[in-house]
């Protein structure tokens, strides 16, 4: 069975730092493009970073990059997403999502996890 869960969200303050994960289990995890996408209330569910099948290219919403960095462990079918210097407007549910293609991610067709709160107090 084709599976994703996210992990590590919680409440941290403005300028604090999360670590989330994404595991992945139940296919060959190394093959897929994965990325993290959010979505705040009241709000459409947008991208936010995504890296390639073997980690060597990564892609970053603007108002991230610096901020965020994600990385992966084939070996333990698991990305990372660390978040640092957080403010309110990373506050959302984080998904991951995973995709053969990179074009493709983020479609219905990919795959997604159920989510993870964000919330970040100022």
């Known amino acids: 069975q084709v599976q994703l869960v996210e992990s590590g969200g919680g409440l941290v303050q403005a300028g604090g730092s999360l670590r989330l994960s994404c595991a992945a289990s139940?296919?060959?995890?190394?093959?897929?493009?994965v990325g993290w996408f959010r979505q705040a209330p009241g709000k459409e569910r947008e991208f936010v970073v995504a890296v390639t099948q073997s980690g060597e290219a990564t892609y970053y919403k603007s108002t991230v990059e610096g901020r965020f960095t994600i990385s992966r462990d084939n070996a333990k079918n698991t990305v990372y997403l660390q978040m640092n210097s957080l403010n309110s407007e990373d506050t959302a549910i984080y998904y991951c999502?995973?995709?053969?293609?990179?074009?493709?991610?983020?479609?219905?067709?990919?795959?997604w996890g159920p989510g993870t709160q964000v919330t970040v107090s100022s």
């Open positions: 999502a995973a995709s053969p293609m990179i074009t493709s991610l983020g479609a219905a067709t990919s795959y």
């Open positions: 139940g296919w060959t995890f190394s093959n897929y493009v």
